[in-house]
C-alpha cells in the first residue's frame, strides 16, 4: 500500500490509522504563526462509525487503503442481510444491511449497488444517485402559494417523507436524491 505525507490527505481518501480503517471526512491545514503545517483530519472508522480527529504533519506518513469496488445486483433481504449478486461472477453475498444506513429504504429488488470492499470485506454501499419512487400520500394543493417557493410533505411507498413542490400529486412517480433524500424531478 502506497504511503502518503500528511498533507497529501484528502476528503474521500481510506487511510489505516491506528489498526483500523479510517475514511477522512474533512481535512482543514493550518498553518500557525509558530510551528509548522499541519492538517488537521476528521476521520469515520469504515467498521464502527466511530469519529476521530487526527493531527498530520507534513512529515508524517500514513498509509493509503485502495478499495475494491464492485457492482452487485440486489436481490433480495434475509434476516437483516442483504443477498447481492456480482454481476460479473455471478457469486452471491451477504451484506449486513447497515452497510446503507438511513438510505436502506430506497434500496430495490434488482437494483445495481457499488460494494467497497477491502481484503473480501465489504465496508460500504453506494446506491444509485437518483431512484424512482411513488407517491401514496400527499396534501392536497393549496390555491394562492405561489408567490414563494413552497413545499409540501408527501409519503413515498418505501416509507420515507419527502418534501415536494405543490404540483406533484398522489400516486405520481418522482426522482429521489438518495443522497440528500430529497425530491429531484417528476419521473
Known amino acids: 500500500m502506497p504511503k502518503i505525507n ?15 480503517l479510517w475514511a477522512a471526512v474533512k481535512v482543514d491545514h493550518v498553518k500557525p504563526g509558530k510551528g ?32 475494491e469496488q464492485k457492482d452487485q445486483q ?3 433481504e434475509d434476516a437483516g ?7 460479473e461472477t455471478y457469486e452471491q453475498v451477504q451484506l449486513p444491511a447497515e452497510l446503507l ?12 449497488i457499488v460494494v467497497e470492499f477491502y481484503e473480501e470485506e465489504a465496508l460500504n454501499a453506494t446506491l444509485p444517485q437518483k431512484v424512482v419512487c411513488k407517491i401514496v400520500e400527499t396534501e392536497a394543493v393549496v390555491k ?9 410533505p408527501a409519503l413515498l411507498e ?8 405543490p404540483f ?7 426522482v429521489v436524491n438518495t443522497e440528500t433524500m430529497e425530491y429531484s424531478e417528476r419521473a
Not at 442481510?81 to 454481476?87: A, E, G, I, S
Not at 394562492?144 to 409540501?152: C, I, V
Open 6 to 20: 500528511g498533507n497529501e490527505i484528502r476528503p474521500g481518501n481510506v487511510l489505516e490509522h491506528n489498526d483500523g
Open 36 to 67: 509548522g503545517a499541519f492538517a488537521q483530519v476528521e476521520m469515520r472508522n469504515l467498521r464502527n462509525g466511530s469519529k476521530l480527529n487526527e493531527r498530520f504533519r507534513s512529515a508524517d506518513k500514513v498509509e493509503r487503503v485502495r478499495l
Open 74 to 76: 440486489f436481490l433480495y
Open 81 to 87: 442481510m442483504l443477498v447481492v449478486m456480482d454481476t
Open 101 to 112: 444506513g438511513e438510505r436502506r429504504p430506497f434500496l430495490q429488488d434488482g437494483m445495481t
Open 144 to 152: 394562492g402559494q405561489t408567490a414563494a417557493k413552497s413545499f409540501k
Open 158 to 165: 418505501n416509507g420515507v417523507k419527502v418534501m415536494v413542490p
Open 168 to 174: 406533484v400529486g398522489q400516486d405520481e412517480n418522482i
